[in-house]
Each structure stands twice: as C-alpha cells, then as structure tokens.
C-alpha cells in the first residue's frame, strides 16, 4: 500500500484540520448554526468523532450568554487537572477571569471524607460560594452534574454556564439529562461520549471566540 503525505507547514496543520472536518460535515450534509459552528468543530478537532455534530446540545442563547460571563471575567471550574490544563489561561485571563481545578485539595478531600461523597461533589460545594459569574466544566464526574443539579434547584447556585460532557457508564447519561432541566445555560453532550479534553475545548472554543490571537 503505498501512503502519500501531505506537505503541511507546521503553522497550518490546525487550518487544514478544520478545512478537513467542515468538507467532511457537507459532505454528510451537516449544516451547523454559525453561532454554534466554531464549538463544534473545536470539539471534533479534538476528539476526531464526529458524532458530536448530532449529540451536542445547546441552551438557547447560550452561546451569547456564555461570551457576555468570560467578558465579565468569569472563573471556570474544572473537574479534572487535565481539564484545567487544557483551557488557554491566557486568554480567559485577559478579560479577567481564572480556571480553578479543586479536585487535589486537602479541605476538599476532608470535606468528602467526612460526608460520604466524591471528591467531585465536595469541589462543587467548594466552587459554589465563589463570587462572580462560575462557568463548571465538568468532562469526568457525572457526581459533580447531580450536585451542580441539586444545589441549582435549591436554589443556591445559578452558573452562568454549565459544560456538561462526563464520559463513562454509571449516572452518566441521566446526569446530563438533568443538567438540561435546569433551565440554567448549558452545553452538554448528550450520552456516554465525552471527557476532559472535550470539556477544555468547548472552553477553548468560545475564548476563541472572543480573542482569535489565543492571547498570543
């Protein structure tokens, strides 16, 4: 078999991806909202299925609401360092924000010790009493998507987004679903699929949104 190579520079490799996903999403006659079109090929770029054209679910307005909270200098929650990692700090600093993972902190693990949880479900007790507006990007915890839900009911938390895209088997799927009854802003995809890179680039596509330079 012989294999042929493109002759990509280094600089262009990302531009010829996304050429790539948007020939192959006409292809399969995938016509994405504008607004919502830089979210979901970012996710595809990262994750290489595109799957999520179809299990992606959006809140109305979501997307504006979302870009009005980074503007406002939002802090975004991760449940996951790799999470944390993967969000362009630069950027979300730039309008004044910071990304928090508290997941490997000594009171979070003493606070779930102590109430018989996950540490996910004490980081969403931690990250609650925060000022400003909180975005929770939650790519591992299904734990963290039920306590976000419970404590949005009682009425003690009102984020200003909620990215939901655990990945895995138990509560999984049920607590997306219950992210999406709400009625807070969110982004969740829907099933199984997911994880902390796909978390991180849902971020790092509406940072994009608001500064291409990435911050550079």
């Given at each position: 078999m012989k294999v042929t190579l493109e002759n990509v520079?280094?600089?262009?490799i990302e531009k010829r991806s996304f050429a790539i996903i948007e020939g192959e999403l006409r292809s399969r006659g995938v016509i994405l909202p504008e607004d919502r079109a830089p979210l979901v090929k970012r996710v595809i770029h990262t994750s290489a299925d595109?799957?999520?054209?179809?299990?992606?679910?959006?809140?109305?307005?979501?997307?504006?609401?979302?870009?009005?909270a980074i503007g406002a200098g939002a802090s975004v929650i991760t449940d996951?360092?790799?999470?944390?990692?993967?969000?362009?700090?630069?950027?979300?600093?730039?309008?004044?924000?910071?990304?928090?993972?508290?997941?490997?902190?000594?009171?979070?693990?003493?606070?779930a010790k102590k109430n018989g949880t996950t540490r996910a479900?004490?980081?969403?007790?931690?990250?609650?009493?925060?000022e400003g507006p909180l975005i929770f990007a939650v790519g591992n915890a299904p734990t963290a998507l039920i306590?976000?839900?419970?404590?949005?009911?009682?009425?003690?938390?009102?984020?200003?987004?909620?990215?939901g895209v655990p990945v895995g088997f138990v509560n999984v799927?049920?607590?997306?679903?219950?992210?999406?009854?709400?009625?807070v802003p969110y982004v969740v995809a829907r099933g199984r699929k997911g994880g902390s890179n796909v978390a991180a680039a849902i971020c790092n596509a509406l940072l994009y949104m608001l500064d291409e330079t990435r911050g550079m």
């Open positions: 520079l280094p600089g262009d595109f799957e999520y054209a179809d299990t992606l679910c959006f809140s109305d307005g979501v997307i504006e609401k979302a870009l009005a996951t360092k790799m999470g944390y990692s993967g969000i362009n700090k630069r950027v979300l600093e730039k309008y004044g924000g910071q990304a928090y993972c508290f997941m490997g902190d000594a009171d979070v693990a003493e606070m479900v004490a980081a969403v007790d931690k990250a609650a009493v925060m306590r976000l839900y419970e404590l949005i009911t009682e009425g003690k938390l009102s984020p200003a987004l909620v990215v799927v049920q607590s997306k679903e219950l992210i999406m009854e709400t009625g």
